[in-house]
Nanobody, 115 residues
């Protein structure tokens, strides 16, 4: 079973930055896409950003100016750099990995943006 472990969340002031990490238990080359999603209290889970095995990134329109997704194949890790954070970015952030044989999610990491 694939394991995805997110880290890097926490409490940050508005305007601050965080970098989230998603470490996979096996080679991320096996996934045709990996990504970050988030879910705020009382809201549906939404796309933040995805990245393909070829390194092509895609972002939700509201986040592409402030967030950046990247991957380190040698470390089997995907990152989400978040800058200029706003209170409305407060949510649990989840990592997702997809391949033909399955769709896998991490447990999530809490990001709270508050002064």
């Amino acid at each position: 079973q694939v394991q995805l472990v997110e880290s890097g969340g926490g409490l940050v002031q508005p305007g601050g930055s965080l970098r989230l990490s998603c470490a996979a238990s096996e080679s991320i080359f096996s996934f045709y896409a990996m990504g970050w999603y988030r879910q705020a209290p009382g809201k549906q889970r939404e796309l933040v950003a995805t990245i393909t095995s070829g390194g092509i990134a895609n972002y939700a329109d509201s986040m592409k100016e402030r967030f950046s997704i990247s991957r380190d194949n040698a470390k089997n890790t995907v990152y989400l750099q978040m800058n200029s954070l706003k209170p409305e970015d407060t949510a649990v952030y989840y990592c997702r990995a997809r391949r033909n044989s399955g769709d896998f999610w991490g447990q999530g990491t809490q990001v709270t943006v508050s002064s």
